[in-house]
């Protein structure tokens, strides 16, 4: 283990967080709590952390006790594949996305998450809405978006991008509306499922089924 936060410390581009936080938990991350995986470098070289992703701010976090590290976009050149819990993560475009299905076509999910920040204390007991540059850059500076809790007030919307690659092509669906416009050659059999199965374009794996479904008719 020596050995593993040594590599990830000294050899990963880092940014620690050692803030404190009373807040609420959010779902900035795709996990509720760090969990044990596994970072395979394309040297083949396997490390062993805790890992997390953190759809606020892209990035792949790992926990070394307690401090809150970030793969870098330098070490993300190495990295092969990251694996937490029997989820599959690569990297694409300069982030990680996680692979949802493998066949003819794969899917893959680009978690991503917006956030709503609390207003300041204006007059006559109303609030004023900060701007979105210095919340974040607050929050940056203090650590805080690297916590699994968000302080009081603020309000995550997680969202996520699908990626469909089919015969060597990548096509990107941002909602329900896009993702039929890929299938525009089945549009009956793509609306009938979704009308009889109460698609969730929000859950990963309603999506997947709907297209096992378009793919194998």
């Not at 996680?98 to 709503?116: G, P």
Request: with cysteine; proline share 3%; glycine share 6%.
């Amino acid at each position: 283990m020596k050995h593993v936060v040594f590599f990830l410390i000294f050899s990963l581009s880092v940014t620690g967080s050692y803030a404190q936080v009373n807040g609420i938990e959010l779902t900035h991350y795709i996990f509720p709590e760090f969990t044990p995986g596994v970072v395979l470098m394309k040297s083949g070289i396997r490390h062993n952390v805790l890992l997390n992703y953190n759809s606020l701010t892209q990035e792949m976090i790992f926990d070394d006790k307690g401090k809150k590290l970030a793969i870098g976009k330098e070490e993300q050149e190495r990295v092969d594949t990251v694996y937490i819990g029997s989820r599959k993560f690569f990297i694409f475009d300069g982030k990680f996305v996680e692979l949802l299905y493998h066949s003819k076509c794969d899917v893959y999910a680009e978690h991503r998450c917006n956030i709503k920040y609390p207003g300041k204390a204006a007059g006559y007991g109303g609030t004023s809405e900060t701007t979105a540059v210095d919340s974040y850059s607050t929050m940056y500076a203090r650590g805080i978006m690297y916590e699994l809790k968000l302080p009081d007030g603020f309000e995550t919307r997680p969202y996520i991008i699908y990626w469909l690659k089919k015969s060597g092509k990548l096509n990107k669906a941002v909602s329900m509306k896009q993702l039929e416009k890929l299938y525009d050659d089945k549009e009956a059999l793509f609306r009938d499922y979704v009308d009889n199965h109460k698609v969730d374009y929000n859950n990963p794996e309603s999506i997947v089924q709907l297209i096992k479904y378009l793919e194998t008719n």
